[in-house]
């Protein structure tokens, strides 16, 4: 890392008034998060949770051809959905933040109240819910998603209109769009963005304005909807700069898209910058993450974390905090550095951090 601590938390202090200043708006996903955790063994009034998504496989594995009844333990219900969760830890770091999605429809679920008081919602629809089973090494996610078609243009249109979307995307430094993957509708969306709001894609905001990509696991979309829409997002960078964030499962499934399969996370990230050609990509396992641009290679494996709280949504406070990054002015790789402060923060404590305990947590690590 070639920055030290020290140098991180001034920069933080030297510009985190750009936070109150410069805006975000993320869409489109929102969704209703019951966090589960599956029982191995009760004995001597002790639960004894599984620990890893393998020992759990291996118990339905073994159950083949049979039968197993597993009891799981309600951890919280919580919001969820990648646009909601970014969001909230947007906020909660003092950025002022719009979030545009399925938060409930006429009326707001009750869920969502959670969210920090600064966002301001705009929702067309009712969301999805998942059951997310933690373990240590990662997160099983069951999801309905079926309200998540109601996600379309025309229902933006309908319901938000074409000029407040314009003026919310026109307002902000950064548009994130997450969670490709769950909503069907939103490669219409990102055609209407770039067809019908003239003025707010242009070639001369190309230079002021970013537009953050997380697509979500693609697992379960075939590879040529996957790489129509890849392409479909990396033509935005004739309009803005580009940045695309993916987890380790993620960046493999897209490589695989693209180029025979390899175990190198570095040629992975290597293979998908020169396809997608954006200003920026972050790729960010659970122990580190890859910053890639046009000149650079950095990794950063600070800030990991042995026990996890919670891993659903770690993945979204590590985008908050790079985008949180980018709005304070900050070089990349110190972007990267301070999404991956806020991620084990979120990780280690089951919540998003403040600007004031994101700065102390780093100081102290």
Known sequence: MPYTKVEIIESIEQNKNKLGHRKITVGF?????????????????????????EEFAQKILASAKSACDIEIISQAVKIGGNAPIMANALSTLGVRTFAVGAFGYPEVEDCFKQLDSGIKIYSMANPGYSTAFEFQDGKIMFGKNENLNEVTWDRIKNILGKDLLKKLISDSFILAVTNWSSLYGLNDILKGIISELSGVVSDG???????????????????????????LMAGFKKYFKTVFSFNENEARIINRCFFEDTGDMVKIAENIFDVLKPDLLVIHPNKYALLFDDKNIIKVDDFNVENPVISTGGGDNFNAGFCAGLIMALPPEKCVYIGRACASFYIKNGSSPSLKQLIEYIKNK
């Open 29 to 53: 996903d929102g969704y209703v998060d019951e966090i589960v955790r599956p029982v191995k063994l009760k004995e001597n009034n002790e639960t004894i949770f599984f620990k890893t998504i």
């Open 205 to 231: 905001g190309r230079l002021s304005k970013y537009v953050f990509f997380d697509i979500a696991d693609p697992s379960r979309r075939s590879t040529d909807d996957i790489v129509e829409s890849l392409n």
